[in-house]
């Protein structure tokens, strides 16, 4: 698996902590000089046929397709070139719209068969104070056109948990994004960290968060309105067709080893973690070996964020089997076959459960 970061917006979001900067034509060139050098160093990490490629951000979409093409060029000059059985793009919906049926055909034509679009909201107040560059009618042009183009994997990105967002508003948004009839959904909770605008409204008072009771409110809403539209809940945050789950990002929940590229981009050997600098140029290259601990820790949070669960023999040997008896007999966790899993009815609490386990 390969994940290949994208630091560039042309305006930040009110609640975004990820690491970007600025889209400026004059970055877009030395930012891929690099990309393409350290494929080049770090190719014989890759394993021989990765399975998926993910091109994440930041604002993917506000790479020019020249920029694009060179990186796939490394990759395949190096034998990491594809097929991919998936090939994810990151979209915002203002630059679809703006760059039209044409790019979304040259994506195609690159062996995208996946895009990810950040809409959040269906609301235009809601979307004017997230910072975001698009409204509602743009985000529905755009999957249009995504749809139009022949690409037949969609994926949305919703937010809810914000203290300005009301339950009838929040039942719209997710309302209008099953009409577009989508094959995966995306839903996050917003939490304030890091140096943003929304944390620092925070610490001013401007902003006051959502209680707990109305973000469990809103979770509730999603879960019981995408099962009754045939979405599988087949991760805390993530939903999906039958047949349509991610599958780069469900390497990360089984731990599957996969290559960072670019700044602030994150790897996993297996047996370690890497990283690279937040910065454009000459970014360093950090290692981290895990401990056993460590590995058992990761193994098992990552794994009760599913619907499929976590092993019952390696629950049963990490765990104290007094608390895996009393989380069972609440309802908390819950034996299906050779596995334990968190019910869906206890996936908002799953931190707590985790750390009861833990």
């Given amino acids: 698996m390969i994940y290949i970061h994208v630091p560039f917006c042309k305006s930040f979001c009110t609640y975004c ?28 990490e890759i394993e021989d046929e990765p399975s ?5 951000g930041g604002t993917p979409s506000v790479l020019p397709l020249s920029c694009l093409t060179r990186i796939l060029l490394a990759l ?20 679809i719209v703006d760059k039209g049926l044409p790019y979304l055909q040259s994506l195609k034509a690159l062996g995208v068969n996946r895009i990810s679009m950040g809409v959040q909201s269906f609301d235009d107040e809601l979307l004017r104070w997230m910072n975001r560059r698009h409204n509602a009618q743009g985000a529905r042009e755009a999957f249009r056109l995504v749809r139009e183009a022949g690409i037949e994997n969609i994926s949305l990105d919703l937010i809810f948990g914000l203290s300005n ?17 989508p094959e995966h959904i995306s839903c996050y ?6 140096d943003n605008v929304l944390a620092h409204a925070l610490e001013a008072g401007e902003y006051e968060e959502a209680s707990d009771e109305c973000c469990r409110r809103q979770y509730d809403m999603l879960c019981r309105k995408l099962s009754d539209a045939g979405f599988v809940h087949y991760e805390i945050s993530n939903f999906a067709k039958p047949g349509y789950e991610t599958v780069h990002n469900s390497g990360y929940w089984s731990r599957r080893p996969y290559v960072g590229l670019g700044p602030a981009a994150h790897s996993f ?90």
């Avoid at 990820?18 to 014989?44: K, M, N, P, W």
Wanted: aromatic content about 10%; overall charge negative.
């Fill in 76 to 95: 395949e000059e190096y034998g990491h070139g594809g097929p991919y059985e998936e090939f994810t793009m990151e979209v915002n919906p203002e630059d």
């Fill in 17 to 44: 902590d990820f690491y970007s900067e600025i889209a400026e034509d004059s970055l877009f060139s030395s930012y891929t000089d690099q990309v393409c050098a350290e494929i080049r160093q770090r190719a014989g």
């Fill in 165 to 181: 967002l009301s339950d009838k508003v929040w039942e719209d948004t997710i309302d209008q994004a099953v009409a577009l009839q």
């Fill in 269 to 358: 050997s297996g047996r370690g973690r890497s990283w690279n600098e937040s910065a454009l140029t000459d970014y360093a290259h950090t290692e981290e070996a895990l401990s056993v601990e460590d590995e058992k820790v990761e193994t098992l949070m990552l794994a009760l964020r599913t619907a499929r669960g976590v092993d019952a023999d390696f629950l049963r040997g990490n765990c104290r089997e007094e608390v895996i008896a009393s989380l069972e007999k609440s309802g908390a966790l819950q034996k299906v076959g050779r596995r334990y899993r968190i019910p869906e009815d206890h996936f908002f609490v799953s931190d707590e459960i985790i750390r009861e386990l833990i």
């Fill in 52 to 56: 998926t490629l993910y091109f994440g």
């Fill in 189 to 194: 909770q917003l939490t304030v960290e890091g």
